[in-house]
């Protein structure tokens, strides 16, 4: 059986709203199968529904926002240097098209042919590099980005490629 919020005349409006908030707060916290269940069921409804919840409430998303943020950093970066990057680009009145540039198939870095496993800031990780930099003029399209480690991002950084590549042979007659 469903239950309702009680209602109370004597407040006023502002604290029956309060009172109907915390007892929906706790439902959805005890329910939550249900409410996911609500959710998915009617998704248009529920993407207006919430919406209209940040419209009415900015401090509380902000807060809710702040604590998201907080718990996954690595969002956070990702989503930092994907919006710097736009700027940088719409700075220059460059073409930026948004897309996804692929790993290599073999997993390997093009050049030092090292394993991209890495992660956040390893120098074996993987990262995305424009061949022609853009401070160079380069543009953000799929022809000139790609995804190489970031040890020779970091050596390359808005050179040519062809320093890298230098560096590299450099690297490989020192070795060997």
Request: overall charge positive.
């Amino acid at each position: 059986m469903r239950t309702r919020a009680p209602n109370f005349p004597d407040q006023s409006l502002k604290a029956r709203k309060a009172r109907k908030a915390a007892y929906h707060d706790k439902w959805n916290r005890e329910n939550p199968e249900r409410v996911k269940a609500w959710y998915t069921k009617d998704i248009e409804h529920s993407r207006v529904i919430r919406a209209k919840w940040h419209k009415e409430n900015p401090e509380r998303k902000a807060v809710a926002n702040a604590k998201w943020q907080e718990a996954n950093p690595e969002y956070m970066r990702v989503a930092g240097r994907k919006a710097s990057r736009k700027r940088r680009v719409l700075k220059r009145v460059l073409p930026y098209v948004e897309h996804v540039t692929p790993m290599p198939a073999s997993g390997l870095c093009p050049y030092c042919r090292v394993p991209m496993i890495g992660k956040g800031h390893e120098l074996n990780a993987p990262s995305l590099d424009h061949i022609v930099p853009l401070a160079k003029g380069g543009h953000h399209i799929s022809e000139n980005t790609m995804m190489i480690c970031r040890q020779c991002n970091t050596i390359k950084g808005d050179r040519p490629l062809s320093y890298l590549l230098d560096k590299i042979a450099a690297r490989d007659v020192a070795t060997h």
